[in-house]
């Protein structure tokens, strides 16, 4: 069964702070990995997806990293604003039964003008 | 696209009252799925489908719970009855052959 782990579980930086998530899985068998944000009360956002052959993918002033062979992926974020304060969760969808995603736990990500 | 539509926002019912939850996916998209959030469980799969057919409802927590998708623009996801241990946000999600997946703002269910 595969199990998604993020730690930190929150963590707060001062704004301009480049910083690191990290999400690591057990089950290196996956069709991909999704980084989503989430606001309090709100939906899940979509901010980045990287296939299972690709390595990482960039979106302004994040970058996505995927590592299949250790389980890791990092979300970085660079030169970090207030705005960027949220949830943000990684998501595992599997090789085989592609809809059954996993989800990790989230970090809530804090950060001070 | 406006994207993934879910309704109501919020529900508050009684105790053992029917509660049905809609979605209208993302149009063209071939998978939706049905997710359950909770502060203690985190978000948990409930059921998916793929191209209007069930494809895997281990997640359905007991009988009480079903979903349906009766064409590709619609899904419901019904409890009856409905216990306070349901309360929870409700989301719907679809995606494109198991691509990225997009999210509705979900429906915040209150059973008291």
Known sequence: KQEVTQIPAALSVPEGENLVLNCSFTDS????LQWFRQDPGKGLTSLLLIQSSQREQTSGRLNA???????????????????????????VRPNTNAGKSTFGDGTTLTVKP | DAGVIQSPRHEVTEMGQEVTLRCKPISGHDYLFWYRQTMMRGLELLIYFNNNVPIDDSGMPEDRFSAKMPNASFSTLKIQPSEPRDSAVYFCASSLLAREAFFGQGTRLTVV
Request: glycine content about 6%.
């Open chain 1, 65 to 91: 990293s995927l590592d299949k062979s250790s389980g890791r992926s990092t979300l970085y974020i660079a030169a970090s604003q207030p705005g960027d304060s949220a949830t943000y969760l990684c998501a």
């Open chain 1, 29 to 32: 068998a996956i069709y991909n």
